[in-house]
C-alpha cells in the first residue's frame, strides 16, 4: 500500500499503528494524519532513532498491507 493509500485509510489503519510504535502519544497520532514524513519525524523523537531507521520502520510498516 502506498503512503497516498494509508493517508485515505488513516482512520482504519491508526490502531494497528498505535499498537506497533506504543511511545506515540495520542497528540502525535492526531498530527500524523497517515503523513509519512509526520511519521517519520515523530519516531526520531520518540524513540531516538536516526532518520534512516525511522524511514525503514515507517516503509516496512506501509509495505506489510501489500502482504494481506
Do not use: C, H, P
Not at 497516498?4 to 497528540?27: F, H, P, R, V, Y
Not at 519525524?41 to 531507521?53: A, M, S, T
Request: no cysteine; hydrophobic share 30%; proline share 0%.
Amino acid at each position: 500500500m502506498n503512503w497516498d493509500q494509508i493517508e485515505g485509510n488513516w482512520k482504519q489503519l491508526k490502531g494497528q499503528a498505535k499498537q506497533k510504535w506504543a511511545k506515540l502519544t495520542d497528540s502525535d497520532w492526531q498530527a500524523l494524519s497517515g503523513k509519512r514524513d509526520e511519521l517519520v519525524g515523530r519516531l526520531q523523537e520518540r524513540y531516538g532513532w536516526e532518520k534512516e531507521q525511522a524511514e525503514r520502520e515507517a516503509d516496512d510498516w506501509g509495505r506489510s498491507f501489500d502482504r494481506v
